[in-house]
């Protein structure tokens, strides 16, 4: 445990010179131990395990008609993601790891203390066993405080869940040199720093996200008080049984269709300069890297990632409606998603995407947000996305409260919900997307600065 | 409004003489405006609406590792169900309909105020329009009280959802011939007549089944208090996160991969008699009928169904805790459902399938339901299941009271849960399956006989 955050950040600079990491780029044709299919150009790797590059064809229907073709990831699979929770002295503190992954801007972030998946529980790897895979795995000892499959970037993966579970024990646990507890308070202040909580950790907190911190202050006028009440009490503007109708109708409204075609048959694409990119340069390209690491299950590996081409907006516009704070959530249509539709941020785009196009096309309240005066920004930070698949993906993630003018009237595929909704439909999976969990667990552990 | 169940009757037989239907069996190469694909087998209609019967192959592992083939229903579109409720003295009512179904056993039975698929909706056979469905479709006036997508047979659809929804106004409702208004006590006595409530109006109702319809027995003994604790309290053996958790862990035992395939091509079943049957006369058959009515949007038409080969059991075991009613949930594995698993009753098959197999291979729990002494059997009724594709499908519902001798511990795909657990899962969509919701409206609506 840190008596305070210059410990930890001594430790985890320490910890950023026993880990290292060298990764490199390296044309896809390079990829030792993965392959692509003759047949479909496919990427696979040789003992069929850890994830595929296959090629989608999509055609989704709202208001209009929008078809593309795009190179997804298939992970199939369902994985672990889980976090120890124990008290100390009565204070509950999560056991996070400093973990290095190849996609990482930055080398080393803190992860879960559980971050596998089947193959690595399976060993597909033959690497070193998953520590405190344990707690995670029945017959379990401790408490189950949250366990749920949740989605992840439906943009880039194919129907990807992985199981996120929190829970507490009471006894005894060793702590080993890349792992540390900290208190929820420390989280919260750890989450205004650029690239240090992995989005793993992320989505999983957000099953924390409910948990009553300190006391809230709770007078009239403050932000804090309007996002506590937000959290905590039983009023909003639409109840469940409305916001849960809005999000059947928008389900209702669109249609999502989903095709698996060869990924050397994907339209708009084409490989170039060893990677496979989009014809505008525009979305992501499908890289090779080499990864050299001392702190992985293995040692030495390739594998391809997905490199986004540039960074991306993930915004809450955030309102108080009669002194209780309410996040304008999307219905959003989601390629790889289960169910087609999700609950998502205001605003989630790569801004570089729409740059020329005319301000009718581009993304609804983008321009809000980017515009927010600064005394409006109540949460701005950047934040990198799932640093095993993804390399270098970055999202700055804000939080912009309106004024008095704007709303609450909003077009149908949003609406108004209170911290305490979202938190509830996270429970239950197939609500809400990776990117609202992420920015509902830095509102549910939102302390001012 | 009928100011007793008498009267009722008397309507309803009146609706039976005035609703004529001929249905006659014919062989599936007679079904006009539909046609089997010469290459694949698959029928479908010629407008490419309604549904298309194709081939599926299964493999699921769970402990063991099954795999088979089987014809299924498919049909990716999403109709709307719907119930408008009204309130006359204070007393809130139900608008149902009698319906006449080609598939039903005795022609008439009670469907909700709205059933469109999104063919009737979209006028794709050139009928008549739906009455009732503009106060179910945006913009409403009317107070939505449930509205979830929820999947319907998955033994016998793939992937077939419909949207559940019950709509409250306060405005006059003009009353069709075919239509009448019946209170939720009225309901829960004709849920006790067999073949009554069609599959339709139950599932709907699921979404009500957490209304408080009278003050219960709160006195300790008696069956119909520990039903209202069940309904109503807060306490249960197990806690949300826990079946929420218990739930997630079935999902991760389990994996099931469904393939698409012609339907000529499916192994054990084959063309026989016009029909296409298991070659071991087990599960169902698929065959055409031919439809005259005066009752129906079209007045004659011709169709595939689904003719299952005999009665099926579903049953929940109850058992009380603590004085509080506790209904034995399985997590099964759906064949068609989005998610593969859903919650199920505690028993649910065709013990004609396994007539011939030794004991350690029938359905868990299957003979405590058919042996069960007559004063632990609390509900049991004969109800049928869709008669819009599924002829002469007929399903034994069943409450079991268990007793002291039996649990609390049973296998890890079980779990005890209370009424009110049920009740907030069927908000959500996705956690139980249909034949569970049929059982928890009949548990929902219980009254003493």
């Known amino acids: 445990m840190f008596t305070d955050l210059s410990e930890f950040h001594e430790w985890f600079a320490h910890r950023g010179r026993e880990q290292r990491q060298r990764v490199t780029k390296i044309p896809l044709d390079e990829l030792e131990g993965w392959a692509a299919d003759p047949l479909t150009g496919n990427i696979a790797h040789h003992t069929g395990g850890f994830f595929t590059v296959e090629g989608l064809d999509v055609t989704r229907s709202g208001r209009g008609v929008e ?267 989601e390629t790889g998603a289960l169910d087609g539709v999700e609950m998502a941020p205001t605003v989630q785009c790569q801004p570089d995407n729409y740059r020329s196009l005319p301000p009718a096309r581009r993304p609804l309240f983008l321009d809000e947000v980017l515009g927010a005066p600064e005394d409006r920004i109540r949460f701005d930070s950047v934040h990198s996305e799932e640093g095993g698949r993804f390399y270098h993906a970055r999202n700055r993630y804000l939080m912009v409260e309106v004024g008095d003018d704007f709303g609450p009237d909003v077009p149908e595929d949003y609406t108004w919900v209170t911290l305490r909704q979202l938190t509830e439909f996270v429970r239950y999976g197939n609500h809400l997307n990776v990117e609202a969990r992420s920015l509902l667990t830095f509102f549910g552990f939102y302390e001012e600065e």
């Open 67 to 333: 078809a593309w073709q795009q190179p997804i990831l298939v992970q199939p699979e369902q994985g672990v993601l889980g976090i120890l929770v124990r008290e100390f002295d009565g204070v509950p503190h999560c056991l996070l790891q400093a973990k290095m992954e190849p996609g990482n801007v930055n080398g080393l972030q803190l992860s879960p203390t559980v971050q596998a998946t089947r193959s690595n529980i399976s060993q597909i790897h033959g690497g070193r066993t998953v520590p405190y895979l344990r707690y995670f795995t029945a017959p379990r000892k401790g408490l189950v405080l949250s366990d749920v499959l949740q989605s992840e970037q439906a943009s880039w993966f194919l129907a990807k869940r992985n199981r996120n579970m929190m829970v507490r024990v009471d006894e005894d646990v060793p702590v080993l040199d890349e792992f540390c507890w900290l208190s929820f308070p420390q989280i919260s202040a750890l989450m205004r720093l650029p690239n240090l909580m992995n989005m793993d950790t992320r989505t999983v907190l957000a099953g924390a996200a409910g948990l009553r911190l300190s006391e809230g202050d709770g007078s009239e006028d403050s932000f804090r008080g309007a996002l506590t009440r937000s959290r905590e009490a039983d009023t909003s503007l639409h109840s469940m049984v409305e916001v849960l109708s809005w999000f059947t109708e928008a389900k209702g409204r669109c249609t999502l269709t989903r095709r698996s075609i060869p990924l050397n048959k994907v339209g708009g694409w084409s490989h170039r300069d060893g990677a496979i990119k989009h014809d505008l340069d525009l979305h992501f390209s499908v890289i090779g890297v080499d990864v050299e690491s001392d702190s992985r299950e293995v040692a030495r590996w390739r594998q391809p990632m997905f490199e986004p081409r540039g960074q991306g907006i993930i915004a809450f516009l955030v309102k108080r409606i009669r002194g209780v704070l309410h996040l304008l959530v999307q219905a959003r249509i």
